[in-house]
Every structure is written in structure tokens, then in C-alpha cells.
């Protein structure tokens, strides 16, 4: 039975302010209104005002190729991680293309394989999960060409991935308007597929596995007043963080036998009464987390309104600790207009020994002239420095 999220508990209440060989890249060309109605939008300038208030700011070591696309459209969305078990510094990260399928790059930025699998939008991988007798790490992802959930199984030596859905795992788009968001989680020894729509509509499927093959099972369906995206699934601690990104970060349970309601971690909903805090603002789109030992952490929200990105502990009342912004550096142009992102804790080798953070780069600059959006690599360390998080 569907269930609507409404909110009873706010913890912030913030005033809302202004295969090996590749196939051939396709060529660029520029589509002039696109570029006329970024450079001149009101919307723009008042971004990148809202990020001058942001002081602390940090750099990006390593820029990716950018985005297969035929014109400067809204291509690169969400990236995913994926640590080599054997030798971090050939990690690879996985990074949707909305405008037909999913691209690999290596730590170099190079771009390495290429699924041509149909638009792309929301990535998540997840380890330990149950095939068969074995066990193995499973990469899914939202598909909105035909409106699916997709499922791979990740080579531990190459990263190379092989289909492991029974079938087309096609939502109800009469439920799930245009399938957006989507996360993995695992809850006890359950592991589910979430996904979620831009009518605000969310659902959870249970992976019921046969033969290394899975199919979904429907457990939980939620509305959301608008227009969700972002999410990550806390499998550790037990929640689920969803971004509506008119109003905030709400957090529910991950088991969906869990009937406690939501609380929103951060809300953006006018209230002249309460306290306001300028960094904080609409809209919320892509949310990750910095995952710890002993449940210790990070959740860290990109926020389009002003280009920026704000961090909060990931215990307890999730308390706002700080935001941080990627400016232009040495190495690469600075990032503007975040979708997705992800923060991965760790030893990636001598470029990233202190974690890694992938965000998607909506202005992709290089000597000034704009090119295809790609992702920005940033030393994870150095945030954590920044912010002087401990």
C-alpha cells in the first residue's frame, strides 16, 4: 500500500533564498540557446553569488573525458565508484550519460569502456551480495530509455560487467513518472533496488535471486510532495536519505517493516520564525555518503542553488558541519551545477591515499570555451583539512 511522506520533525528550518575496443565519439556540436540561456540566467548569477558565501573551497586533481554528447546538453549525471580489490589505483568509476549509457573511466580520468545501454541517469554499487553459493559486487542503475531498473555484476580483475537481471526489470511508469533516482541497500539479508521518479513517487524492490539471476518483488511505495532524485541507502546504520529537492533531505528507515515515519535532516521550507542559514539552499540533488568505520561518517548533499556542497555527520541527528566548494585550480576547472557525486573513504593509491570524491561537472570549461559536461576527481583529504572535520 502506498504511503505518503508528510513532516513531523524538522531539524533545521532554513529560509529559502534567491567491450576493449570503443565505439567512435560522436562529433560536438554547440547549441547556442543552451549556452545563451546559461551564461545569461538569472538563476546563474544568483548561483554563483550564493557561492561566494561559501568560503571553504578545495580543488579538483583530476577531470574525466568529457561526456559522449552531441551538443552542450545536460549529459553526465551520477557517478559510481568502484574500489579494485587487489590494487586501489585501479579503481574505476562508473558515470551515467542521460543521453544513451554509461561510461568507465580510470583513475586518470581516461575513459576506458563504454555501454552504449540506453539513458543513464542514477548509478549505485553495492558489495556482498548473495549469487548463487558465491557472492558478488552488484552495479545497478536507472535506465529511462524503456523505464527500467538495470543489473550487473562487476568483474572483480576488470570491472567489466555482465547482465544479471532475469528479465527487462521495467517499473510502472503510470506509478514511477520518468524513473530518476535510484540507490542500493541491504538490510539485514535482504538487498534491495530503490528507485524513484519525478513526480515524486518512490519505490523499494527486494532482489530475489535465482540461479545468479534476479528479479524484483514490490515491498514499499512512497509519495513525496515533489520532485525527488538523490539517494543513498545507509545499510550499516539502517536509513535511507532521499532528496526532495524543493524541500530537503528526508531519512527513513531502510527495512521497509519498519512503520516509524520519516524525519527530514534538512529542510527548506520557509519559516520566518526559524534560524537561516544562507549556505543552505533549494535544490538538493545529488546525496552520498563518507562511509567510516563503526558507523562514523559523512552524508554529503551537492547543492545546485549555489554550487556548493554541504556535509553532515552521518550519526545521530545528522548535525550540519559544514559546505565546501570546488574551485577553479592548477589542474582543472572549478565545478558548477553538481548532480550526482559520490565520496568513497580510503587508500585509492598515491593520487587520492585519503579517499576519493567523483562529482559531475555541469560547466565544464577548458580555456574558457565550454565542452561536454564530465566529473571532477577531488582528493577527499583535503575536505576533511578544509572543514576541519576531525
Known sequence: ??????????????????????????PITVDAATTEAREDSLALVAAYAGQDLIEPSVTALVETASARATSLEDAADDPAIWRHPADPAKSLIYGSNKTGGMAVYDLSGAEVD????????????????QSGDSTITLLGCSNRSDQSIDLFSVNPETGKLTDVAVDALKVDSTEIDDIYGFCLGRSG???????????????????????????????????FASQTEGMVADSELGWLYVGEEARGVWKLPLDPKDDQAGTQVQSLVKDADAETNTALVPDIEGITLAREANGEGYLVVSIQGNFSYAVFDRAGDNKYLGSFKVTDGSNCDGIEETDGLEVMTGDFGPAFPNGLLVAQDGFNYEDGKMLPQNFKLVDWGAVVKELELR
Do not use: H, W
Open 1 to 26: 500500500m502506498m504511503s505518503r511522506i508528510v513532516p513531523f520533525f524538522l531539524l533545521l528550518q532554513l529560509f529559502l533564498s534567491c567491450g576493449n575496443e570503443l565505439p567512435p565519439e560522436p
Open 114 to 129: 563504454y555501454y552504449p545501454i540506453g539513458k543513464i541517469n542514477n548509478i549505485d554499487i553495492l558489495t556482498g551480495v
Open 189 to 223: 539479508a535482504e538487498v534491495y533496488a530503490i528507485a524513484n521518479g519525478k513526480n515524486g513517487r518512490m519505490q523499494q524492490f527486494k532482489l530475489v535471486e535465482t540461479d545468479g539471476k534476479y528479479a524484483l518483488e514490490l515491498v514499499r511505495d512512497i509519495s
